[in-house]
């Protein structure tokens, strides 16, 4: 019985893990004012980056690297567009999502001569535990970044100042704060989460495979309007889903036959449900979505 | 002390197509008081960027201290000893007061905020000058008043000693105002020097030692408030002797216009807005409506107007029942609104004045042919007509409405209202945030509706204008009717504290 609730457990965690890495990213990046329906498509550019840093340098460290690396040169061409040219966060959030979809499949073809999947690479060194046993080391730095996460933003001065331009840019702007620079850091923090996140997908199946992401940049999302846009908050959305996810598995291993979509389905009723305030209320910041400066109205 | 806390010389600053500023040259004490006063679009706001650094002079120079200074960015500003209080607030709602002062400059302990050290700070700069600010609470839930005093808080915190204020007491309660002024001596009489822009001329003769009065981007003059009047500096702004004194008739009392029978209205939270309120208004009459913003007086005009669906009570227009009616309805029944916030409710920014003109009649004979085809020659004639008679710069129609000042937006919502000629016109602030000049034209407009034999409602936060206009005066305090008047029999004082609930009708007698 211990070991059916244990594994119920890990496999919560194993599942949840690129939710909350995505959903904490989220966070960061709506606190700084910049809504970030983008998630999904650089979590499927953080996978690929990660398998093919893995594939040619041979290090699935460095491969981890290599997919933050590719989560955030995606996330940098949103932010781009969203706070330079001020293109409509949902707009261009949709457009990396299309194009991280063509862009990974492209070179999925050129590089592995595959439409489907790439080459199997070397996965990551589990690290063992008493009790719980073998541990991908991901799972430790995302608990790692999830304190982080916290404290950098409601304990210390720059999280402070990210928050402020997600509220009131203009007040920010007139204490001498970069509001650009904030943004542009809020929204590269969670790139580099999300690509994490993907990487952490590709490490689970040791390959790429085509649109791998399937809609957990969506649920990340979900996560973070759940978790009232905090990490912690986040996290803990993110869990529940997992555990949505995991006892549905069970269950259906079990014989029990509980059609698969409705527990699917779960995360965003309960975000719906959150959102119309029956739950507390979730309110994002006022400010995102908004460019700044705005344009003046004389 | 041999040098002057500031020193403009010779600014010049030009926008495309305006001078904003023409070789302003303007000198400010240490440790007085000086106000800067002018109509909108006079430069005063332009000239005090500039000072702080947000915007950069074509020409001229600033000195501080008898010390030239390049402001690049308001970090310079701030670097010599200079705070800005915007007129609209610079603060984020959801962090505490606290948070809000520290931002920017927060104190550190290693790499995190040491909101403590911030506390204690806080506590100290409230203290020395009588601020009285909740520190720990959260930003959006105290008033307008403890709001303003956060902003000065802030600019103190930074160090600063020469403190610009913009027009600070426009969103206040004249008691607030009061307690305003009391802390903009003690911040003096402690050696700060304070740069007061505005354009209510009591304020100016009420608090500032010296006044320089600003027109179309230039100086038009500078004075000892001991040694000048109202009506000098009012002439200096304008250019001209202003015509306020509204030289109001008797208005004999005809046939019942409008008749509210125990309106009362719940918001969300199931908190009474209005709470039981009667009211009569005739012909030829202007209501005026007094109270502190959020007593209930734009629920009232709201739920007349339908946009805020009554709980019980009745509402006659003329005799018929408009309980609960659709705006759409309220209209075609005689009634016109001019709403307060005249960039949310009033216009469509994006729109042209014609079709702002037209908002709200776009199926009136003048704007369309039948129901697919609008009349677009109607349209621009008609808007032609109402922006010669409001005098709305610029006459273009074709001009988006965002790209007018607020003055001559406000004309567009006001003489679109008023051209639909209706027997009953609900007007909520209709001069607020506009200049002298424009206060002016509304003014006579709205006089020549009542003498039409129109009924006119005027929710308004400046007693003046309450006093100047109303024939009969009511006052409301917490969504009741709490007193009834009129100009003749009372003065700004004994209103402002029947808005405040401080003295009811009963101890005025």
New interface residues.
Partial sequence: MTDFVLNILLQTVRISVPYILAAVGGVFSESSGVINIGLEGIMLNGAFCSVVGTYYLGNPWLGLIAGVTGGIITSVIHAVSCIRYKVNHIVSGVAINIFAVGITKFFLILVFGSSSNSARIIPLKLITFPVIGGISPVIVITVFIVVLAH?ILF???FG??L??CG??P???D????NVWLMRYSGVAISGALAGLAGAWLAMQQSQFTSNMSSGRGFIALAAMIFGKWTPLGATGAALIFGLAESIQIHVQTMGVNIPSQFIQSIPYLLTIIVLSGLIGRSEPP?AVGKPYPEEL?? | MAFLAVELRNITKTFPGVIANNNINLGVKDGEIHAIVGENGAGKSTLMNILYGLEHQDKGNIVIRGKKVRME???VA?SHGIG?V?Q????????TVA??I?????P?RG???DIRKGLEKIREISDRYGFGIPAGEITGNLPVGMLQRAEIV?VLYRGAKILILDEPTAVLTPQEVKELFLILRNLKEQGHTVIFITHKLKEVMEIADRVTVMRKGAVAGVRQTGETDESELSRMMIGRTVYLETGRKKAEKKETLLELRGVSLEDEKGVKALDNVSLELSSGEILGIAGVEGNGQNDLLEAVWGLKKTSSGKIYLMGRDITRLEPARARREGMSYIPADR?RHGLV?EYSVAFNMALGRQADRSFSHGIWKMNFTGMREKSRQMISEYNIVPGNPGAPA?????GNQQKIVVAREIDRNPSVLLAAHPTRGVDIGVVEIIYKKLLEERAKGKGIILVSSELSEILALSDRILVMFSGRITGETSPDKTCEEELGMMMTGSISMQERQ
């Fill in positions: 404290v304990k210390t001065p402070l100042r928050r402020a509220e009131n203009a007040a920010a007139s204490l001498g704060i006022a109205s004389l | 960015n308001p970090h701030i800005m915007h609209h607030f610079m603060l984020v709602r959801r962090f948070e809000n520290v931002l920017g400059r927060e550190r790499p995190f905020t802030k960039q920014l965002y790209s007018l000042s607020g």
